[in-house]
């Protein structure tokens, strides 16, 4: 008899690491059926990954609505996967991280006494409003879930701490590392890739030259709304003036409140590039072409060190310290001159750009999304068997 599975996603985050591991189900589909749902949590920028993974959802709930609000979205998504799931029996559902996709499809199937699977687990900063909402979201989520796919020893750790059952806490590395891997492959196996990415860009009149150093810039944080997203712009603009020879590339988030300090403080510097989001190849493309990475995102702090290039993080905490011990990593806050003062020093200072580079890199070899196929199926047929 077939398992059936079923894997939630709403963000593209959340695609870009769970895509991997439905592509590794579906190559056994004579064992287990493998559906997806799409909450449209993201709508334009979900979209794009899934076509690049050639998935084709078998549900789209299709949430997205202008001026969303956390409590809207976890409603919706609640309401409606309650409903898929007493309609269509599942074995296991897949959540990913800390979304509130993953909060709100966590509870639907809890609630349902359908067990949750989730990946990624185990991540912490213990500090409820940072990042916020998402450590509440992901402790939640551990709390609920029955099987716990971790990135690293400490992630688990963390669980065991919490006395989680460790009977299913496994470590796999992150299965972002697979997308990574995946993705730079497909880049550079076809030049025709690359053209059409350095067109794209040149369309939004960023003026692609890979002789000049880039700084890669993102920045979406909520905690950082107000003064802290000023901080990052001044810091930003007073670093543009003062190095005009390097090119800082921001694909700049849609939400106004990242938009709107952006677009008024740094719209009109020759070597600031403000480009709209860019779909998943290209920005792959573009953190293999930068010098370094100055970002308040989870994600980069677990792709960067297989490319090679130092990050920055404008927060006051990460969930990910393993980046950090590694050294290829750094957290320097929202702080206009501290931001300033980094990005000068990696800019200007050889020895220290070699030593945040040639790192190993914690979360993975790019084969977690066959950890947690065979680790499934090593459950269903023990299962079976008793």
């Given at each position: 008899?077939?398992?059936?599975?079923?894997?939630?996603?709403?963000?593209?985050?959340?695609?870009?690491?769970?895509?991997?591991?439905?592509?590794?189900?579906?190559?056994?589909?004579?064992?287990?059926?493998?559906?997806?749902?799409?909450?449209?949590?993201?709508?334009?920028?979900?979209?794009?990954?899934?076509?690049?993974?050639?998935?084709?959802?078998?549900?789209?709930?299709?949430?997205?609505?202008?001026?969303?609000?956390?409590?809207?979205?976890?409603?919706?998504?609640?309401?409606?996967?309650?409903?898929?799931?007493?309609?269509?029996?599942?074995?296991?559902?897949?959540?990913?991280?800390?979304?509130?996709?993953?909060?709100?499809?966590?509870?639907?199937?809890?609630?349902?006494?359908?067990?949750?699977?989730?990946?990624?687990?185990?991540?912490?900063?213990?500090?409820?409003?940072?990042?916020?909402?998402?450590?509440?979201?992901?402790?939640?989520?551990?709390?609920?879930?029955?099987?716990?796919?971790?990135?690293?020893?400490?992630?688990?750790?963390?669980?065991?701490?919490?006395?989680?059952?460790?009977?299913?806490?496994?470590?796999?590395?992150?299965?972002?590392?697979?997308?990574?891997?995946?993705?730079?492959?497909?880049?550079?196996?076809?030049?025709?890739?690359?053209?059409?990415?350095?067109?794209?860009?040149?369309?939004?009149?960023?003026?692609?030259?890979?002789?000049?150093?880039?700084?890669?810039?993102?920045?979406?944080?909520?905690?950082?709304?107000?003064?802290?997203?000023?901080?990052?712009?001044?810091?930003?603009?007073?670093?543009?003036?003062?190095?005009?020879?390097?090119?800082?590339?921001?694909?700049?988030?849609?939400?106004?409140?990242?938009?709107?300090?952006?677009?008024?403080?740094?719209?009109?510097?020759?070597?600031?590039?403000?480009?709209k989001p860019q779909d998943y190849i290209s920005f792959v493309w573009l953190m293999d072409k930068c010098y370094a990475i100055l970002t308040d995102s989870g994600g980069i702090q677990e792709e960067a060190p297989s490319l090679n290039k130092p990050v920055f993080v404008m927060r006051e905490t990460t969930e990910r310290?393993?980046?950090?011990?590694?050294?290829?990593?750094?957290?320097?806050?929202?702080?206009?001159e501290n931001i300033k003062e980094n990005i000068s020093k990696i800019l200007n200072d050889s020895a220290y750009y070699c030593s945040m580079i040639n790192k190993i890199n914690p979360y993975g070899d790019g084969k977690a999304s066959q950890r947690i196929y065979n680790y499934m199926r090593r459950y269903i047929n023990?299962?079976?068997?008793?």
């Open positions: 008899m077939k398992w059936k599975n079923l894997f939630v996603i709403g963000t593209r985050p959340e695609a870009i690491k769970l895509l991997p591991v439905i592509k590794e189900f579906q190559k056994h589909n004579l064992e287990c059926e493998t559906n997806v749902c799409v909450t449209g949590q993201h709508r334009q920028m979900l979209d794009q990954v899934i076509s690049l993974f050639g998935v084709v959802p078998e549900y789209d709930f299709n949430i997205m609505k202008k001026n969303q609000n956390i409590a809207y979205v976890t409603s919706s998504i609640l309401n409606k996967l309650n409903s898929l799931l007493h309609n269509n029996r599942y074995d296991f559902v897949y959540i990913h991280g800390d979304t509130s996709t993953a909060l709100a499809s966590g509870l639907a199937s809890f609630y349902a006494k359908i067990s949750v699977v989730h990946i990624e687990a185990g991540l912490r900063t213990y500090d409820i409003n940072t990042p916020w909402p998402e450590e509440m979201n992901r402790q939640v989520c551990d709390r609920i879930s029955s099987f716990h796919f971790c990135p690293t020893q400490q992630n688990a750790q963390n669980l065991i701490s919490e006395h989680i059952n460790r009977e299913h806490i496994v470590i796999t590395g992150n299965t972002v590392i697979d997308a990574l891997l995946m993705t730079k492959e497909l880049i550079y196996s076809n030049p025709r890739f690359q053209d059409k990415i350095i067109n794209q860009l040149r369309e939004e009149r960023y003026k692609v030259n890979i002789e000049r150093k880039m700084i890669l810039i993102t920045g979406h944080r909520r905690e950082s709304f107000g003064k802290g997203f000023l901080n990052i712009c001044n810091a930003i603009k007073e670093l543009a003036y003062k190095f005009p020879e390097v090119d800082f590339v921001y694909p700049v988030h849609l939400n106004p409140n990242v938009q709107k300090p952006v677009y008024t403080i740094l719209g009109n510097i020759n070597n600031v590039y403000l480009i310290p393993e980046a950090l011990l590694s050294g290829a990593v750094k957290i320097i806050g929202t702080d206009e023990e299962y079976f068997k008793n």
